[in-house]
């Protein structure tokens, strides 16, 4: 008996101590990434009322602030522009040295397995890249795939740097994004954060209550719950692998996730309430580009995997800070992971060097729909990014027009001032067009950058 007493005192002596420390994150670790010219919030835990006080070697600075009385402390700095190492040390009555530290730019990327899929899982001329993967400049920090009921403070995992060995496992895409940045921000570091899990729907990666005070959500979220592959329910996902990173500094969010929404017809509100949810938990309106998802056949119904595509499309003019890259020109119809990761990474990649850091001048966007004008049996289509328009069979069968009963007939489509000019033999009074609309159909229209346009339909644009 009175060795167990023993034992309990030494324990909660233990534990005293070990409260009693200074202690963070594991997301600030060493070999991390810190976004360049911000302010940075950074946060742990100590004893309550211990006085914390933090130096950043960059300006030699001194940051202080004391540990509230549930035994959190939280203090923002200044970061300078890119370069490195550093050390960040932060002292109570222990003292922890962050070493190793690179201040540059970091994004966050997220979704299902198309973004999580790695070399290892075979993706084009991976083995080849990852030789040449070794890179101290980017640095990666892997989210594991747990969930939970409510919002975790922490999760495991550490920051690294870009060698083949650890560039085998993380986001291909991630990857090849970073790398493409590099090319165009020179010296810059950059910092990924991969948090991903395949098979996965949007409502899990979102605060629950955001889908269980929306019923259009909550409707559609219901039946997510009918499917056995993975978790389903809103929010598991963000409680553990999204909130213990939420306030970490970010210069912006790489999305590529979908196909687990197929057969939603309200994609786009379900994407534009995630993307909204987080720019709220970070206090920061920062830019997020997607990707959509690739033509797949799925199951019976021919229009469930276009009608995504579709709605991805129409969230660009629904949410502001958005960008989108269509890659039905290198998808695998017949595999729902295609393996030309390194295209969409780096098509990804010019859309923030154009629209996030103002470097590329170059036409980073496909065609995308933009107005129709009727005249008489004649529909004229026209684009945005629409420069150098052309058919990639040098005519087109994938436009199809319908008159006021909503049935849609092919149409013949000719290309002039770089619009479209649609007739229909079937059709006399032309009211409504749709283009490539089918699970898996791939655009033939393109533009002189040779990106291909996205579906569309113009029935509620």
């Not at 729907?201 to 592959?229: G, S, T």
């Amino acid at each position: 008996m009175k060795n167990n007493i023993y034992k309990f005192v030494f324990f909660l002596l233990i534990s005293s101590t070990m409260m009693a420390n200074v202690s963070l994150p594991n997301i600030f670790s060493d070999n991390m990434v810190l976004q360049r010219n911000s302010e940075v919030k950074i946060w742990g835990w100590a004893n309550p009322k211990e006085e914390i006080k933090l130096v950043s070697s960059w300006n030699n600075q001194e940051y202080k602030t004391v540990a509230t009385n549930q035994a959190k402390w939280e203090l923002t700095i200044k970061t300078s522009e890119a370069g490195g190492p550093f050390t960040i040390s932060i002292k109570g009555y222990n003292e922890v040295i962050l070493k190793n530290i690179l201040i540059g730019e970091v994004w966050l990327c997220s979704g299902q397995s198309n973004m999580e899929m790695s070399v290892s899982w075979g993706i084009d001329d991976g083995e080849e890249e990852m030789k040449n993967a070794t890179n101290p400049n980017i640095r990666f920090f892997t989210v594991p795939k747990l969930t939970a009921t409510s919002p975790q403070n922490n999760l495991l995992g550490n920051w690294t740097e870009s060698t083949p060995e650890t560039m085998k496992y993380f986001s291909a895409i991630g990857y090849f994004f970073a790398k493409r940045l590099r090319e165009d921000l020179k010296n810059v570091p950059i910092g990924l954060i991969s948090s991903n899990w395949g098979g996965t729907p949007a409502e899990i990666w979102m605060p629950e209550d955001v889908v269980n005070n929306d019923p259009l959500l909550l409707e559609n979220a219901k039946k997510l719950n009918e499917q056995e592959y993975g978790p389903r329910q809103p929010g598991r996902a963000y409680n553990a692998m999204i909130y213990p990173i939420v306030g970490f500094k970010i210069a912006g969010t790489l999305w590529y996730q979908g196909e687990s929404n197929v057969g939603s017809l309200v994609y786009d509100k379900t994407l534009g309430a995630l993307i909204t949810s987080w720019r709220k938990e970070w206090n920061d309106n920062f830019p997020f580009y997607y990707v959509q998802i690739a033509p797949f056949k799925t199951g019976s119904n021919n229009f469930s995997n276009v009608t995504v595509r579709n709605s991805q499309r129409k969230l660009l003019k629904e949410v502001s800070k958005t960008g989108m890259v269509v890659i039905s020109d290198i998808s695998d119809t017949i595999d729902i992971h295609p393996k030309n990761k390194k295209s969409v990474g780096i098509r990804l990649a010019n859309l923030a060097l154009a629209e996030t850091y103002k470097t590329n001048s170059n036409l980073v966007n496909g065609p995308l729909f933009k107005d129709i004008k009727i005249e008489k049996n004649k529909v004229i289509v026209s684009f945005d990014y629409a420069d150098g328009l052309y058919f990639k069979d040098k005519k087109s069968n994938q436009f199809e027009v319908a008159g006021s009963d909503g049935i849609f007939y092919p149409a013949e489509a000719s290309i002039k001032n770089n619009e479209v000019i649609l007739t229909s033999k079937k059709v006399v009074n032309p009211a409504k067009v749709r283009f490539a609309w089918g699970n898996t159909t791939q655009s033939d229209l393109f533009n002189k950058a040779n990106l291909p346009a996205s579906c569309f339909t113009t029935e509620g644009f």
